[in-house]
C-alpha cells in the first residue's frame, strides 16, 4: 500500500555551522528517504533551524549583531553543506518563523485548557550586572565538594560531583564576573507528572516498534523515576531578556522556553511547505491522518522526544504523536572524539573544498550505520580501503570491464539471454540466466534492511551480489572472448549480462549514491530506476551510451589533507619586538590599513586565575573571562609575575587567534604584554572603568 510519511531530522542550533554530527544524521534519514520514494511513497522531508533561546542572544550580541540578523547568516550557510553531500530536503525553515509562533502559542493555549499548566515562584541566580537569569552554563564557582575552581554550576569536573548553582561557593557570572545575586520569578510549567501524563506515555513507549528497545528502557527508566525521585513537572518558560516567542495572554512580559517551541518548529517547516505547495498541512498532522510521522534524532535528545514532545501533542487534543523516533550514536575518529587542534575531527566543508566525493562520504557511512544505538567511528585507513574496494574495485569495475566491449563491436547493443538461441552458448546462456535471476531475487532482502535502517547489512549484501558478478567475468573472460571470431555471440551475452546486472546493483545502491546512479542512468540511457524495475531486464538492442569513469579512487593525500592540524601559531604572550633597524628610531614594519588592524579582534579581559606550569620554565597558564566566555592562555611570562599577584587584574587578549596545541594543554588567544632592549615584561591593562569583554579599538 502507498504511504504517507512526513520525516524530519533534528532542527540544529543555529549558533554555527554544521557539524560531522549533523551531516552523518541527514545522510541516514536522506537515504531512507530516497529509498521510501523508489518504492512509490508519498514523502515529504523537512527540517529548520533552531533559532531561538539565550545562547543565541548572547552570541549575537558578542558578535554585534541582531538575533534575527545573526541566525540569518548562519542560515544562509546551510545550501553548501546539504548540496554538497546529496542532501534533499523539501523543506528547510527556521523556527524564528511566523508560522512557528503562530503554532506554539496555539499548543500553550491548547495544554492551559486542558489544565496542564500552572505557574509558581522560584528563585534563580540573576546577574546584576546583564541584568538576566542565569542558567547553569553561565555560573561558576568553587564545587561545593572538593573545592575546585571555576566549576559550573551543575556538576564538577574534577572530582564528578553533582549539584545545584546555589551550592557552589564564591559564584560568579561567566557573562560578566559579577556575583550573582538570588532573585524570584514566576514560572510556567507542564504538568509532566501528571498521572495522565504518566498513564498515557507509558503506553507510547510500549508500542511496539515505534522506539528501538535501548531509548524504550531507557525512557521507561525517566517516566517510572529513580532513586525515589519522581518525574518532574517541565519548566517551559523564560525570564526577559530572551530571543524566543512570547507566552500568550498574559500581561508580563514571558517567553516560551526554547525546547517547547524547537519541535514544533517540524510542523511550521511542514506548514510552510504545505502552503507554498497547495498541499493539505491538517492531514499530516492530525490524529487519524493516516500520515506516519517518523523523527531521526541523535541520542543525546531523547528525553525530549520521547517524553515532552509526544505528551505536549497528545494532550492539546489536536495533534497526532510521532510513530517512530530513530535514534543513532555519535561519530569519533579512530576510536577518538572529534578534535580539530587534535587532528581527529572531520569539518564537512574543507571535505566539499577538498573535491573529495561525496558519495565516498555516504557510502562509508552508510556501510557502519544500523538501527541500532550505536557510536561510529570514522577510521582513514578503513575509508580508503572500502571506497576503493567496494565501489571501485567491485561495483564500478563492472561497468569499465563490459562497456567498452559492448560499445567498440556491437554499437552499444544488449544481448538478452532469452533472446540467444546460439547453440555454441547454451552453457553460457544457463549461467547467465542464472546470475541475473540471483541478482534480481536479491531485491526483497535489500528492501527490507533499508526500510530497518540495517544499511551495513545491505550494502554487504549488494558488494556481495558484486562479487558474484564479477567472478562471472573473470570466468568467461571477455578479453580472451574477444579474440576469437567464433566466440562473438558469447561475448556480447557475456558483457550484456554484466552490464544489466551493474543497472540492478545500480538500483540497490541509488539510496546511498544518488548522483553516481544519476550517471549511470544517463550512460545506460534508461529513465529514473525505481525499485520495482529490479524485476525486469534491459530490452533486447537497448543500446547503452559510450562509457566514462564514474568514479576515482581514494588517495592517501586527500585523507592527509583532510586531517591536516592546524599550522603552528606563535607564542600567545607578545613576544619582545625585533630590535630597531636604525638606532634610536622606533621597532617599524611595512604600514597596514585600517582594515588589516581591524581583522585583530582585542578584547578586554579579567584574569579569573594564573597558575604555574610543570615542567615549563617560562610559561604561566591563565584563565581569562571575555564577559561571555572563559579562555586558557598560556604565556611566557613566568620570569616577570608571581601567578597570585595576577587574580582579578584586567589585561587586553587577542581574541580571534586559532588555539594552539601546546605540550602543556591548548592555548585559545594571546594576552598581550610589551618589552624592550632591557630586562622586564609588562603586561597591557585598560583603564579603570573597563569591563570584560569590551572591544579595543
Same mark, same amino acid.
Given at each position: 500500500?502507498k504511504?504517507?510519511?512526513?520525516?524530519?531530522?533534528a532542527?540544529?542550533?543555529?549558533?554555527?555551522?554544521?557539524?560531522?554530527?549533523?551531516?552523518?544524521?541527514?545522510?541516514?534519514?536522506?537515504?531512507?528517504v530516497?529509498?521510501?520514494?523508489?518504492?512509490?511513497h508519498?514523502?515529504?522531508?523537512?527540517?529548520?533551524? !533552531?533559532?531561538?533561546g539565550?545562547?543565541?542572544?548572547?552570541?549575537?550580541?558578542k558578535a554585534?549583531?541582531?538575533?534575527?540578523?545573526? &541566525?540569518?547568516?548562519?542560515?544562509?550557510?546551510?545550501?553548501?553543506?546539504?548540496?554538497?553531500?546529496?542532501?534533499?530536503h523539501?523543506?528547510?525553515?527556521?523556527?524564528?518563523?511566523p508560522e512557528?509562533?503562530?503554532?506554539?502559542?496555539?499548543?500553550?493555549?491548547?495544554?492551559?485548557?486542558?489544565?496542564?499548566?500552572?505557574?509558581?515562584?522560584i528563585?534563580?541566580?540573576?546577574?546584576?550586572v546583564?541584568?538576566?537569569?542565569?542558567a547553569?552554563?553561565?555560573?561558576?564557582?568553587?564545587?561545593?565538594?572538593?573545592?575546585?575552581?571555576?566549576?559550573y /554550576?551543575?556538576?564538577?569536573?574534577s572530582?564528578?560531583?553533582?549539584?545545584s548553582?546555589?551550592q557552589?561557593?564564591?559564584?560568579y557570572?561567566?557573562?560578566?564576573?559579577?556575583?550573582?545575586?538570588?532573585k524570584?520569578?514566576?514560572?510556567y510549567?507542564?504538568?509532566?507528572?501528571?498521572?495522565?501524563?504518566?498513564?498515557f506515555?507509558?503506553?507510547?513507549?510500549d508500542?511496539?516498534?515505534?522506539?528501538q528497545?535501548?531509548?524504550?528502557?531507557?525512557?521507561?527508566?525517566?517516566l517510572?523515576?529513580?532513586? !525515589?525521585?519522581?518525574?518532574?513537572?517541565?519548566?517551559i518558560s523564560?525570564?526577559?531578556?530572551?530571543?524566543g516567542?512570547?507566552?500568550?495572554?498574559?500581561?508580563?512580559?514571558?517567553?516560551?522556553?526554547?525546547?517547547?517551541?524547537?519541535?514544533?518548529?517540524?510542523?511550521?517547516?511542514?506548514?510552510?511547505?504545505?502552503?507554498?505547495?497547495?498541499?493539505?498541512?491538517?492531514?499530516f498532522?492530525?490524529?487519524?491522518?493516516?500520515t506516519e510521522?517518523?523523527?531521526?534524532?541523535?541520542?543525546?535528545?531523547?528525553?525530549?522526544?520521547?517524553?515532552?514532545w509526544?505528551?505536549?501533542?497528545?494532550?492539546?487534543?489536536h495533534?497526532?504523536?510521532?510513530?517512530?523516533v530513530?535514534?543513532?550514536?555519535?561519530?569519533g575518529?579512530?576510536?577518538?572524539?572529534? =578534535?580539530? =587542534?587534535?587532528?581527529t575531527?572531520?569539518?564537512?566543508?574543507?571535505?566539499?573544498?577538498?573535491?573529495?566525493?561525496?558519495?565516498?562520504?555516504?557510502?562509508?557511512?552508510?556501510?557502519?550505520?544500523?538501527?541500532?544505538?550505536?557510536?561510529?567511528?570514522?577510521?582513514?585507513?578503513?575509508?580508503?580501503?572500502r571506497?576503493?574496494s567496494?565501489?571501485?574495485?567491485?561495483?564500478?569495475?563492472?561497468?569499465?570491464?563490459?562497456?567498452?566491449f559492448?560499445?567498440?563491436?556491437?554499437?552499444?547493443?544488449?544481448?538478452?539471454p532469452a533472446g540467444?538461441?546460439?547453440? /555454441?552458448?547454451?552453457m553460457?546462456?544457463?549461467?547467465?540466466?542464472?546470475?541475473l535471476?540471483?541478482?534480481?531475487?536479491?531485491?526483497?532482502?535489500?528492501?527490507?534492511?533499508?526500510?530497518?535502517?540495517?544499511y551495513g547489512?545491505a550494502?554487504?549484501?549488494?558488494m556481495?551480489?558484486?562479487?558474484?558478478?564479477?567472478?562471472?567475468?573473470?570466468?568467461?573472460?571477455?578479453?580472451?572472448?574477444?579474440?576469437l571470431?567464433?566466440?562473438?555471440?558469447?561475448?556480447?551475452?557475456?558483457?550484456?549480462v554484466?552490464i544489466?546486472?551493474?543497472?540492478?546493483?545500480?538500483l540497490y545502491?541509488?539510496?546511498?549514491?544518488?548522483?553516481?546512479?544519476?550517471? &549511470?542512468?544517463?550512460?545506460? /540511457?534508461?529513465?529514473?530506476?525505481?525499485?520495482a !524495475?529490479?524485476?525486469?531486464?534491459?530490452?533486447?538492442?537497448?543500446?547503452?551510451?559510450?562509457?566514462?569513469?564514474?568514479?576515482a579512487?581514494?588517495?592517501?593525500?586527500?585523507?592527509?589533507?583532510?586531517?591536516?592540524?592546524?599550522?603552528?601559531?606563535?607564542?600567545?604572550?607578545?613576544p619582545?619586538p625585533?630590535? =630597531?633597524?636604525?638606532?634610536?628610531? /622606533?621597532?617599524?614594519?611595512?604600514?597596514?590599513?585600517?582594515?588589516?588592524?581591524?581583522?585583530?579582534?582585542?578584547?578586554?579581559?579579567?584574569?579569573?586565575?594564573?597558575?604555574?606550569v610543570?615542567?615549563a620554565d617560562?610559561?604561566?597558564?591563565?584563565?581569562?573571562d571575555?564577559?561571555?566566555s572563559t579562555?586558557?592562555?598560556?604565556?611566557?611570562?613566568?620570569?616577570?609575575?608571581?601567578?597570585?599577584?595576577?587574580?582579578?587584574?584586567?589585561?587586553?587578549?587577542?581574541?580571534?587567534?586559532?588555539?594552539?596545541?601546546?605540550?602543556?594543554?591548548?592555548?585559545?588567544?594571546m594576552?598581550?604584554?610589551?618589552?624592550?632592549?632591557?630586562?622586564?615584561i609588562?603586561?597591557?591593562?585598560?583603564?579603570?572603568?573597563?569591563?570584560?569583554?569590551?572591544?579595543?579599538k
Amino acid at each position: 500500500m502507498k504511504r504517507r510519511i512526513f520525516v524530519t531530522t533534528a532542527l540544529p542550533y543555529a549558533n554555527g555551522p554544521f557539524h560531522i554530527g549533523h551531516i552523518m544524521e541527514y545522510i541516514q534519514a536522506d537515504i531512507w528517504v530516497r529509498f521510501q520514494r523508489m518504492q512509490g511513497h508519498e514523502v515529504l522531508f523537512i527540517c529548520a533551524d !533552531d533559532a531561538h533561546g539565550a545562547p543565541i542572544m548572547l552570541a549575537a550580541e558578542k558578535a554585534g549583531s541582531t538575533p534575527e540578523a545573526f &541566525v540569518a547568516g548562519i542560515a544562509a550557510g546551510r545550501k553548501r553543506y546539504l548540496d554538497g553531500f546529496h542532501i534533499r530536503h523539501d523543506n528547510w525553515h527556521s523556527t524564528h518563523s511566523p508560522e512557528n509562533t503562530a503554532l506554539s502559542q496555539d499548543l500553550y493555549r491548547r495544554l492551559l485548557a486542558a489544565g496542564l499548566i500552572y505557574t509558581r515562584q522560584i528563585e534563580q541566580f540573576h546577574d546584576p550586572v546583564k541584568g538576566m537569569f542565569l542558567a547553569d552554563r553561565y555560573i561558576k564557582g568553587e564545587c561545593p565538594n572538593c573545592g575546585a575552581k571555576d566549576q559550573y /554550576g551543575d556538576a564538577c569536573e574534577s572530582c564528578s560531583s553533582v549539584y545545584s548553582p546555589t551550592q557552589l561557593r564564591n559564584p560568579y557570572s561567566t557573562l560578566s564576573g559579577a556575583a550573582p545575586v538570588m532573585k524570584a520569578s514566576e514560572h510556567y510549567f507542564f504538568r509532566l507528572s501528571d498521572p495522565r501524563c504518566r498513564e498515557f506515555l507509558r503506553r507510547w513507549i510500549d508500542e511496539p516498534g515505534r522506539l528501538q528497545p535501548q531509548v524504550a528502557n531507557k525512557a521507561r527508566e525517566w517516566l517510572e523515576g529513580r532513586d !525515589d525521585q519522581e518525574l518532574a513537572d517541565w519548566d517551559i518558560s523564560r525570564d526577559p531578556p530572551y530571543f524566543g516567542i512570547r507566552i500568550p495572554d498574559i500581561p508580563e512580559e514571558k517567553y516560551l522556553y526554547v525546547w517547547l517551541d524547537a519541535p514544533v518548529g517540524y510542523f511550521a517547516s511542514l506548514k510552510h511547505y504545505c502552503e507554498r505547495s497547495g498541499l493539505d498541512f491538517d492531514a499530516f498532522v492530525r490524529p487519524g491522518s493516516g500520515t506516519e510521522m517518523i523523527h531521526f534524532i541523535g541520542k543525546d535528545i531523547i528525553y525530549f522526544h520521547t517524553l515532552f514532545w509526544p505528551a505536549l501533542l497528545h494532550f492539546s487534543g489536536h495533534y497526532k504523536t510521532p510513530d517512530h523516533v530513530h535514534v543513532h550514536g555519535f561519530i569519533g575518529v579512530s576510536g577518538e572524539k572529534m =578534535s580539530k =587542534s587534535r587532528g581527529t575531527g572531520i569539518d564537512p566543508l574543507r571535505y566539499l573544498e577538498l573535491g573529495m566525493n561525496p558519495e565516498w562520504l555516504r557510502y562509508y557511512l552508510a556501510a557502519k550505520l544500523n538501527a541500532n544505538v550505536e557510536d561510529l567511528d570514522f577510521n582513514p585507513g578503513d575509508f580508503m580501503a572500502r571506497v576503493n574496494s567496494d565501489l571501485v574495485g567491485k561495483y564500478v569495475n563492472i561497468a569499465s570491464r563490459c562497456a567498452p566491449f559492448l560499445q567498440r563491436r556491437f554499437g552499444g547493443r544488449v544481448l538478452s539471454p532469452a533472446g540467444t538461441h546460439d547453440p /555454441g552458448t547454451r552453457m553460457a546462456v544457463a549461467r547467465s540466466g542464472s546470475l541475473l535471476r540471483d541478482t534480481c531475487a536479491r531485491s526483497p532482502a535489500i528492501r527490507a534492511f533499508y526500510d530497518g535502517r540495517e544499511y551495513g547489512k545491505a550494502l554487504r549484501e549488494i558488494m556481495a551480489l558484486a562479487d558474484a558478478v564479477n567472478q562471472y567475468i573473470d570466468e568467461n573472460k571477455p578479453w580472451e572472448l574477444a579474440k576469437l571470431p567464433e566466440a562473438e555471440t558469447r561475448l556480447q551475452l557475456v558483457c550484456s549480462v554484466g552490464i544489466d546486472a551493474f543497472r540492478v546493483l545500480t538500483l540497490y545502491l541509488k539510496p546511498v549514491l544518488p548522483k553516481l546512479a544519476a550517471d &549511470v542512468e544517463a550512460f545506460l /540511457g534508461i529513465e529514473p530506476l525505481q525499485w520495482a !524495475d529490479a524485476d525486469r531486464l534491459l530490452a533486447p538492442d537497448h543500446a547503452i551510451k559510450p562509457y566514462e569513469h564514474v568514479m576515482a579512487r581514494v588517495t592517501e593525500k586527500q585523507l592527509d589533507a583532510l586531517f591536516e592540524t592546524p599550522k603552528e601559531a606563535p607564542m600567545r604572550s607578545a613576544p619582545p619586538p625585533r630590535p =630597531s633597524p636604525v638606532k634610536g628610531e /622606533g621597532a617599524t614594519g611595512a604600514d597596514i590599513s585600517i582594515e588589516d588592524f581591524n581583522k585583530i579582534e582585542l578584547r578586554v579581559a579579567r584574569i579569573v586565575l594564573a597558575e604555574h606550569v610543570e615542567g615549563a620554565d617560562k610559561l604561566l597558564k591563565i584563565t581569562l573571562d571575555l564577559g561571555n566566555s572563559t579562555r586558557t592562555v598560556f604565556a611566557g611570562i613566568k620570569s616577570a609575575y608571581d601567578p597570585a599577584t595576577l587574580k582579578d587584574r584586567l589585561t587586553v587578549v587577542v581574541a580571534n587567534l586559532a588555539p594552539r596545541r601546546m605540550k602543556f594543554g591548548l592555548s585559545e588567544g594571546m594576552i598581550l604584554a610589551a618589552s624592550g632592549e632591557g630586562p622586564g615584561i609588562f603586561l597591557l591593562a585598560p583603564d579603570s572603568g573597563a569591563q570584560p569583554g569590551m572591544r579595543v579599538k
